[in-house]
T-cell receptor
Framework: GESVGLHLPTLSVQEGDNSIINCAYS??????FIWYKQESGKGPQFIID?????DKRQGQRVTVLLNKTVKHLSLQIAATQPGDSAVYFC??????????FGTGTRLTVIP | DGGITQSPKYLFRKEGQNVTLSCEQN?????MYWYRQDPGQGLRLIYY???????QKGDIAEGYSVSREKKESFPLTVTSAQKNPTAFYLC???????????FGSGTRLTVV
């Protein structure tokens, strides 16, 4: 999974399989978390968010899991499609409009 | 449609020149941000502004300057003091109490 300061991790999955992207966050005071998707040459796009009073949230084909005990966040993508190929960033916020971004994970979907 | 617009998409700078990157939003967001992204790396905060006529340095402000004269606009100037300006620059905005950022499509700056 991603963490600040490391080179970009990569994940390759077969089309149709489920993908799990992991993120370790650092600040135990963070109470809001977001996943962004960034396609090549474009700005990051919001995928899903979760607040610290929840441990799971589902969207369309995506699920975010939050484990505050071990400061771990994961993004699950069901039935991964070629259009899901991108870099995925997690971000944490301890409040006051401050977001701290992870390094990102590059997801490659193999047709 | 509401959104955040960055221009130009590609920009070339000669050594010793200052260049200005534009960022405009019509989302009525109070806060705006500038990030730098290098290949294979995450986002690093250059400057941010929570309100008009006020801005704060981020983690890598040296060699950059900003202004926030209007709520809608947050231009970034890359000065000649920035020795390694080649990068992808992203502008973002948000509203107070809503921690999510909306990003622009980025400007790729190259030194020639």
């Amino acid at each position: 999974g991603e963490s600040v300061g490391l080179h970009l991790p990569t994940l390759s999955v077969q089309e149709g399989d489920n993908s799990i992207i992991n993120c370790a966050y650092s600040n135990s005071a963070s109470d809001y978390f977001i996943w962004y998707k960034q396609e090549s040459g474009k700005g990051p796009q919001f995928i899903i968010d979760i607040r610290s009073n929840m441990d799971k949230r589902q969207g369309q084909r995506v699920t975010v899991l939050l484990n505050k005990t071990v400061k771990h966040l994961s993004l699950q993508i069901a039935a991964t499609q070629p259009g899901d190929s991108a870099v995925y960033f997690c971000a944490e916020s301890p409040g006051a409009n401050n977001l701290f971004f992870g390094t990102g994970t590059r997801l490659t979907v193999i047709p | 449609d509401g959104g955040i617009t960055q221009s130009p998409k590609y920009l070339f700078r000669k050594e010793g020149q200052n260049v200005t990157l534009s960022c405009e939003q019509n989302l009525n967001h109070d806060a705006m941000y500038w990030y730098r992204q290098d290949p294979g790396q995450g986002l690093r905060l250059i400057y941010y502004s929570q309100i008009v006529n006020d801005f704060q340095k981020g983690d890598i402000a040296e060699g950059y300057s900003v202004s926030r004269e209007k709520k809608e606009s947050f231009p970034l100037t890359v000065t000649s003091a920035q020795k390694n300006p080649t990068a992808f620059y992203l502008c973002a905005s948000s509203i107070p109490g809503n921690y999510g950022y909306t990003f622009g499509s980025g400007t790729r700056l190259t030194v020639v």
